[in-house]
């Protein structure tokens, strides 16, 4: 529109202010590119005290002037500088104050990063459609590990770390390093090469893999998200643990691992027992032990006062025998005596009491076989044949010669009595 139509009476025209524009040019923006990725160069690059970040992004023909705010930025785990490829993500916006077109960053990477994370989604998504991650493939953890393999590399904090919590959680343990490079272009196959190793060695074999390093940029991490590091994790017989970086870095070997830990500390933890835990819980066990020992031979004992009462002294029975022996040959003779005159009372007496012998002799043998049962169920049994019965002072049984030590009371109760003694020494059991 020319100077004259502008100042031409009578023209039917619209006037916005500056604001309106440059707030409607900012609507127009935000809503027709509501998230972008942008790559280029940083420059001019400002830090106020305010914590935003203020920055420029060029490539050889255009430039673009960027915000990234504080609550935004605070998540960057790198220091931009200028002169450094980036790939910011954020909206396209205005700032009305001075109508300059800008883009407000939510995150960025540098830019050999951004490649790295396309390499790593791809190959994600190509493990995950083989079925690598399946949680039905996961090998469990033995509970009580002896010898652990832990791949890393030997001069890393991270490992002293993790040798510390091992052997303060369970000293016995045996530990292995297998030595590789944790970055670097030999890296990937130093650490294929060594899950191979370690599951063909059987001299000792291994019960748990450690898969480990410190934390890092992507590029740091990258041989453990690698393909032949993942396929090398996926082949092993022996479970493996994956613990890359920090807790916040999840690599391809934790996908593909049997169990993943967020931190190499954390994956010590979890893969050794507590020796104090397990001591206290065999501790209860045999305390557990120890009560059920005591109830069965309590209800012995009284199953025996049962039998003892039940059982007569063979001479009653046999006081009883001859009784009633004598009244029969009473009561014969008298019978005899009337009736058959003619028989020989002597020899029918003889039969008699041959017969009462025979009946007298399976009673006898009848009741030694109930002495001996009784005999077989009374522990003072074993007792009256010289042995003890060992215990503390508090009534536990001692079994095994390492549950005291010299100069421990143990009292030893004996077929007649009982003794307390005082450990002199200890030998341990000699082999037969």
Same mark, same amino acid.
């Given at each position: 529109m020319s100077s004259s139509e502008i100042s031409r009476p009578g023209v039917n025209r619209e006037v916005i202010s500056v604001s309106d524009l440059n707030r409607s040019a900012r609507r127009l923006l935000e809503g027709e590119f509501p998230m972008v990725y942008v790559e280029g160069e940083i420059s001019? *690059? @400002?830090?106020?005290?305010?914590? !935003?970040? #203020? *920055?420029?992004?060029?490539? /050889?023909?255009?430039?673009?002037?960027?915000?990234? *705010?504080?609550?935004?930025?605070? +998540?960057? +785990?790198f220091v931009p500088k200028n002169g450094v490829q980036i790939i910011a993500r954020g909206k396209i916006s205005l700032y009305e104050g001075r109508g300059e077109f800008q883009l407000i960053a939510e995150h960025m990477e540098e830019a050999g990063d951004g490649a790295l994370r396309r390499a790593y989604e791809k190959l994600k998504a190509d493990l995950l459609a083989e079925g690598l991650f399946s949680e039905a493939r996961q090998k469990p953890l033995p509970a009580m590990p002896r010898h652990v393999g832990i791949i890393t590399s030997p001069s890393g904090a991270a490992v002293q770390?993790?040798?510390?919590?091992? +052997?303060?959680? *369970?000293p016995a343990i045996s530990i292995s390093i297998l030595p590789v490079q944790v970055q670097g272009d030999i890296s990937a196959t130093q650490i294929a090469d060594a899950l191979e190793f370690a599951n063909g060695y059987q001299e000792n074999p291994f019960d748990i893999i450690l898969l480990t390093r410190g934390g890092g940029s992507l590029e740091d991490l990258w041989s453990f998200n690698t393909e032949i590091v993942a396929r090398a994790v996926h082949a092993s017989k022996i479970p493996v643990v994956s613990a890359v970086g920090h807790e916040s870095d999840v690599s391809i070997s934790d996908f593909v691992a049997d169990l993943r830990a967020p931190t190499p500390s954390a994956a010590a933890?979890?893969?050794t027992p507590d020796v104090n835990e397990w001591l206290a819980r065999v501790n209860r066990l045999g305390g557990a032990i120890n009560d059920r020992m005591a109830t069965v031979l309590a209800g012995h004992y009284s199953d025996l006062g049962h039998i003892a009462r039940r059982l007569r002294h063979p001479g009653h029975r046999l006081q009883d025998l001859h009784q009633r022996l004598d009244d029969l040959e009473s009561r014969l003779r008298n019978n005899l005596r009337y009736k058959l005159g003619t028989v020989n009372l002597d020899e029918m007496y003889a039969r008699m009491v041959t @017969?009462?012998?025979?009946?007298?002799?399976?009673s006898q043998s009848k009741f030694q076989l109930h002495l001996q049962k009784l005999n077989t169920?009374?522990?003072?049994?074993?007792?009256? +044949?010289? #042995? @003890?019965?060992?215990?503390?002072?508090?009534? !536990?049984?001692?079994?095994? @010669? /390492?549950?005291?030590?010299?100069?421990?009371?143990?009292? %030893?109760?004996? %077929?007649?009595?009982?003794i307390t003694a005082e450990v002199r020494s200890i030998a341990e059991k000699e082999e037969t």
């Open positions: 001019n *690059f @400002a830090k106020p005290s305010s914590g !935003h970040w #203020y *920055f420029t992004l060029k490539d /050889d023909k255009s430039q673009l002037r960027c915000a990234m *705010f504080r609550n935004r930025n605070q +998540r960057i +785990r770390d993790v040798l510390n919590i091992m +052997r303060r959680r *369970f933890e979890l893969i @017969a009462m012998e025979r009946t007298l002799e399976r169920l009374n522990p003072l049994s074993t007792l009256e +044949r010289g #042995y @003890a019965i060992v215990s503390t002072p508090e009534g !536990h049984i001692i079994k095994q @010669a /390492d549950e005291v030590s010299p100069g421990n009371l143990v009292k %030893a109760r004996l %077929a007649e009595g009982q």
